[in-house]
């Protein structure tokens, strides 16, 4: 039992380029999220899906989109890369929305 | 919008002294959630709290929700160097952002040996 799955683990890309983090649950879970977590800052919801088929924005959407796209994935992508987006991303995934209890390990991600 | 602030910062302990760190949200909560972030990791849901006044033990961490469900906290007793991380809470907006956790800063504990 993985729980919930990102690759990759560390990436560095180029500003301009494009990339797509990927998530997967093994739990059934309806609710999936992807964060972004910053030096000193909390985790920020960029999107998240109550369920398959739909997607939400949350505090921080410029930049990313999202495709949910069965009940155990959940990619973020980056159509072109700025600096500003240098973080760790977490996807996490939930029973129930709001209530988020597990994570994956994270994406760290440099943008030169 | 919602904000959940978190204090300290940052807190520095001796081995075996306790810690407490405070989260207080601008708007009412309908529950509030805490987590532990170990350097490097990725955050470990420890517990969610629902009601009013509702303190909730975890061996030597303790849980509690105010009464206006406006604030919460964390007490560590007797800490140890396996407590070292960062200790958030979040909480959920409300109508609309309802389905949003808002997390707070965050409180990093250090614990020296």
Sequence with gaps: ???????????????????????????????MYWYRQDPGMGLR????????????????????????????EFSLRLESAAPSQTSVYFCASSEFLATVRHFGDGTRLSIL | GQQVMQIPQYQHVQEGEDFTTYCNSST??????????????HPVFLIQLVKSGEVKKQKRLTFQFGEAKKNSSLHITATQTTDVGTYFCA?????????????????KLSVIP
């Design chain 2, 91 to 107: 909480g959920p907006g409300s109508g609309a952002g309802s389905y949003q956790l808002t997390f707070g800063k965050g409180t």
């Design chain 2, 28 to 41: 009412t909560l309908s529950n509030i959630q805490w987590y532990k972030q170990r350097p490097g990791g």
């Design chain 1, 1 to 31: 039992n993985a729980g919930v799955t990102q690759t990759p683990k560390f990436q560095v890309l180029k500003t301009g380029q494009s990339m797509t983090l990927q998530c997967a649950q093994d739990m059934n879970h309806n609710s």
């Design chain 1, 45 to 72: 919801l960029i999107y998240y899906s109550a369920s398959e088929g739909t997607t939400d924005k949350g505090e921080v959407p410029n930049g990313y989109n999202v495709s949910r796209l069965n009940k155990r």
